[in-house]
């Protein structure tokens, strides 16, 4: 046996004999999120009691943002 029949190569092509097919879905490249809460902004009210002070918002890619609410 070669290296191109063992899959020793090391090259882009997966020989034949190592392949085997399967009925199920495979996902391939990054995970999806697991839930459609993942997937969405998340925001959070911050209050003073009934007053809103703020508003959080978090990205899906984790950065946040804070807007501040000022009443005259």
């Known amino acids: ?40 902004p998340q925001l959070k009210v911050i209050r003073d009691g009934d007053v809103v002070r703020a508003i959080q918002i978090t990205c899906t890619c984790g950065q946040q943002m804070i807007i501040q609410c000022e009443y005259s």
Do not use: H, K, Y
């Open 1 to 40: 046996m070669d290296e191109r029949e063992s899959g020793a190569s090391g090259g882009g092509v997966i020989p034949a004999a190592r392949v085997r097919l399967s009925p199920e879905s495979v996902r391939v490249g990054p995970p999806r999120p697991a839930t459609a809460a993942e997937r969405e």
